[in-house]
């Protein structure tokens, strides 16, 4: 865990927008609108004026992306909320 990393109130570390946007390959607009969309949003929240997001959430969508794999993120959001602890998810 990254000293400089924010931690949820629940224990969830987070990652910002901008890192997350990095680490997926992602432009930092469709890390936005996932976040906000509220069909199927990703886990995380707004802080301030600042999005998070979970930072296990982000590093297993990196690991599914980079496997070669065909992944709808949606898809993959929807199914590691249902499997993660409720205190895993940053809102």
């Known amino acids: 865990m990254s000293e400089s990393s924010p931690v949820a109130a629940n224990g969830a570390e987070l990652m910002s927008v901008t890192e997350a946007a990095?680490?997926?390959r992602l432009s930092r607009m469709t890390i936005l609108r996932r976040?906000?969309?509220?069909?199927?949003p990703w886990p995380g929240g707004r802080s301030g004026r600042?999005?998070?997001l979970n930072r296990a959430f982000v590093?297993?969508?990196?690991?599914?992306f980079g496997s070669g794999r065909n992944v709808v993120a949606e898809d993959?959001?929807?199914a590691w909320m249902?499997?993660?602890?409720?205190?895993?998810?940053?809102s």
């Open 82 to 90: 249902a499997r993660s602890p409720p205190e895993a998810v940053a």
């Open 50 to 52: 600042k999005y998070l």
């Open 76 to 78: 993959f959001a929807a």
């Open 22 to 24: 990095i680490m997926l």
């Open 35 to 40: 976040i906000k969309d509220e069909s199927n």
């Open 59 to 64: 590093t297993a969508l990196a690991a599914e």
